[in-house]
């Protein structure tokens, strides 16, 4: 059996420097098998994964721009919409999605297409 210390004697200047690397947790390192024993044991008992976060992109667009393009998907989602509602079977026509669905195709979205007003020379 093959013992390892956990420091490495400098001799150039007689101080230990701690090796590179995990420090053991008994007298010896881990042989593979019970390095991977203990991982195997560790996520079979449903440890939980570390959550990766990524942070959503800035968006660089400005307002007039975002003003725009909301009402622009707004505009298509009515189309969506109303085709729809076309091809709705004649036993759903009076049903509670026909009646959202003429709701939505009913409404006036042309009083949105005006552009808002530009913010102190920053849009």
Excluded at 19 to 48: D, F, L, S, V
Excluded at 59 to 73: F, G, H, K, L, N
Aim: proline share 7%; hydrophobic share 35%.
């Amino acid at each position: 059996m093959r013992y390892v210390t956990h420091y490495m004697r400098d001799a150039t200047q007689g101080i230990e420097v701690m090796k590179r690397g995990p420090k053991p947790i008994g007298e010896t390192a881990m042989t593979h098998a019970e390095r991977q024993a203990r991982y195997r044991a560790a996520h079979a008992n449903g440890a939980p994964k570390p959550k990766i976060k990524y942070r959503k992109p800035a968006d660089r667009r400005s307002r007039p721009q975002r003003w725009r393009d909301a009402v622009a998907e707004l505009v298509e989602l009515q189309a969506d919409c109303q085709t729809w509602l076309d091809g709705l079977p004649e036993n759903l026509a009076d049903g509670a999605t026909a009646e959202a669905l003429r709701a939505i195709c009913e409404l006036d979205l042309s009083v949105l297409e005006i552009d808002p007003p530009r913010g102190f020379g920053r849009d």
